[in-house]
């Protein structure tokens, strides 16, 4: 691990410290070779002062037993019919899954319990059909599992509820952990399962709203095949709806992947899927807090020649003509615009966005804010000198070469005695919208 990595965590650790994360895990990667990997990810997790809370599912295992047995089930997966058989195959199963886990997190060093939380009521009668035992939550016992992580323990929810009654009944891991995940008024829910990594047209998604995820769905639904993989449909549902129910965050993780829950946690473009309930990107004004942060994030580009050198002091006094975007409240990249009081005319300068992050398109949602910035300003042209990034200009922001007497007269006298023979860009502003867009 870099130096570096270990900064990027360690400005996660105080906005995670003593929250709680559901993880609900599936059971295919409950039997996968990356389990022991993914346990020592929550070692680290309760290291920083995270609480834990894991649900499993148990659909690989139900499916293994019953054919094991010779016995037909009704459904795996606890969305379907759950006949006596099933139910009992699934309750064979999720015991044995649970002592697996159990005996995996002792191997890491961490504390475990079986919570016994989940108040179960039947299903019922839907379309007409009895699901007989298959259940959905009524209430979660908070208390209990309150408990359990104040004396630093790690609750494991099997997919299994129980009624006033003490009856039994089979219940979907997901709905389990999206419940869960509200009473208990966690931070984050994580999905692990065997799925692909979310991609739609070929082009993976990181980050969706709740609306955007809502959207996607409606739209599979009146199609006749799958844009994702088809097992993701159920993970998004339960994200969506966790969101709904306030939960800030939820994740679609590929569990068989090293790493990926760690690096997912830890990072503001992750690894996988993010369906967020908040704004997660915005475009804010910088303060005086935020310069030393911007001076590091454009360190790089200042020391290639790109960007001219800025000092504190060069920030500070401009202050209110640089923004940023901000992704998860990590500073991803940065703009100014400066505009001359005598002409019609602003400059668009110190455009950058950090190199984990490029080709996300934040660079674009920059210019875009600024051209629209300037024209609630009355600007009418935007320019911008570059010695490097003068393609970019022109590709993507619209921008055209021209040459430097059309600069204004304080900036032409700065730019002939820098001596960077930087080109010269321009762009027309289109008249001023109605509102400076904001991201999320």
């Not at 990356?34 to 894991?54: E, G, P, Q």
């Not at 999720?94 to 060093?109: H, K, P, R």
């Not at 454009?298 to 960007?307: A, G, H, K, M």
């Not at 590709?395 to 007269?409: A, I």
Request: overall charge neutral; hydrophobic content about 45%.
């Amino acid at each position: 691990m870099k130096v570096s990595d270990l900064r990027g965590i360690l400005q996660y650790v105080p906005r995670f410290r003593e929250k709680i994360f559901v993880i609900a895990i599936d059971g295919d990667i409950i039997a996968s070779d990356n389990f022991s990997n993914i346990l020592l990810d929550i070692a680290v997790l309760r290291s920083l002062s995270i609480k834990v809370i894991l649900v499993h599912g148990a659909s690989a295992q139900i499916q293994k037993l019953a054919a094991e047995r010779g016995v037909t089930i009704s459904n795996a997966d606890g969305t379907g019919i759950i006949d006596e058989t099933t139910l009992k195959i699934s309750i064979e199963a999720a015991t044995q899954i649970l002592n697996e886990v159990m005996q995996g997190l002792t191997s890491v060093d961490l504390r475990a319990a079986y919570a016994n939380s989940i108040i179960a009521h039947p299903a019922g009668i839907l379309g007409g059909v009895d699901f007989l035992f298959a259940g959905k939550v009524e209430r979660v016992d908070t208390k209990a599992l309150h408990l359990f992580l104040n004396e630093g323990i790690i609750p494991v929810i099997p997919p299994i509820g129980f009624d006033g009654e003490g009856k039994t009944f089979r219940v979907n891991s997901d709905g389990i952990a999206v419940e869960v995940a509200e009473a208990m008024r966690a931070m984050k829910v994580i999905f692990l399962s065997s799925a692909e990594n979310l991609r739609i047209d070929g082009v993976e998604v990181r980050q969706l709203s709740i609306a955007e995820t809502e959207d996607l769905l409606k739209k599979q639904k009146a199609k006749t095949a799958f844009d994702f993989d088809p097992r993701l449909a159920s993970k998004l549902e339960h994200a969506a709806r966790a969101c709904r129910q306030g939960v800030p965050r939820a994740h679609l993780l590929n569990g068989s992947v090293d790493e990926a829950l760690l690096a997912e946690v830890f990072s503001h473009h992750g690894v996988g899927a993010m369906v967020f309930s908040n704004e997660y990107q915005q475009i804010r004004r910088v303060y005086k807090k935020d310069v030393r942060a911007v001076m590091a994030l454009i360190r790089q580009s200042v020391e290639s020649d790109e960007l001219i050198r800025r000092t504190r002091a060069d920030i500070t006094a401009h202050l209110e003509d640089f923004w940023v975007i901000e992704v998860d409240r990590a500073l991803v990249g940065c703009v100014a615009l400066h505009i001359y009081p005598d002409s019609s005319q602003a400059e668009m300068a110190c455009l950058y966005v950090h190199k984990n992050n490029s080709g996300e398109g934040y660079g674009r949602k920059l210019m875009a804010f600024v051209e629209q910035l300037a024209a609630q300003k009355g600007v009418r042209e935007i320019f911008a000198l570059s010695t490097q990034a003068f393609a970019y200009f022109q590709q993507k922001g619209g921008f055209v070469e021209t040459t430097p007497d059309v600069l204004p007269e304080e900036r032409r006298e700065k730019y002939e005695a820098s001596g960077r023979n930087s080109k010269v860009l321009i762009k027309t502003v289109a008249p001023a919208a109605a509102n400076v867009p904001r991201l999320g």
